[in-house]
């Protein structure tokens, strides 16, 4: 069992990412439980990178994602598709960049400090199975390397839950 991570000095976050990927990969493959694997995805980027925000929204109803494991402040617990970044994420089966939540309409203030948002949905057979969130307090935190590599984190999660 993987149980300290190891995250390189004064790097730069794709090569922080870069690191991270295999050893999420093994951690996660001597776990069979979908949830103790999200907590401790949702640790591993919180301990790596500081954000605000981090955590999974799992769908549990049609069009409904409900929160599931996550590290930061107190969060809402459901988001219909049709609200939110969560949801549109969600809705629209793509990964969404906010660089700016006070301009997106619908944004869902679970914190005031929030200031940026990715929202990457796991999709399984045409329907979105779950939803990893980040946010930041810094505007215009994510760019296309945080949704490459957070892409291929939710792949992973993929393969291992939802062959
Ligand atoms: N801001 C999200 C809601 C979830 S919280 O950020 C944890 C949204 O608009 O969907």
Wanted: aromatic share 8%.
């Amino acid at each position: 069992m993987t149980e300290t991570l190891h995250l390189p000095q004064g790097a730069s976050r794709a090569e922080i990412y870069r690191a991270l990927l295999p050893q999420i990969e093994s951690l996660i493959a001597e776990v069979d439980d979908l949830i103790a694997n999200l907590a401790n995805i949702a640790a591993v980027l919180k301990q790596a990178f500081g954000f605000h925000w981090v955590g999974f929204y799992r769908t549990t109803a049609p069009d409904l994602l409900t929160l599931g494991p996550f590290q930061g402040p107190l969060a809402c617990v459901t988001i219909a598709f049709d609200k939110g970044v969560c949801g549109a994420a969600a809705r629209r089966r793509q990964t969404l960049i906010v660089p700016d939540v006070d301009a997106f309409p619908g944004h869902i203030a679970c914190s005031s400090l929030s200031r940026s948002e990715i929202v990457v949905p796991l999709v399984q057979e045409g329907e979105t199975r779950l939803v990893l969130d980040i946010d930041s307090d810094k505007p215009d935190d994510f760019s296309a390397v945080d949704q490459d590599w957070l892409e291929r984190i939710v792949a992973l999660i993929a393969r291992r839950h939802f062959p």
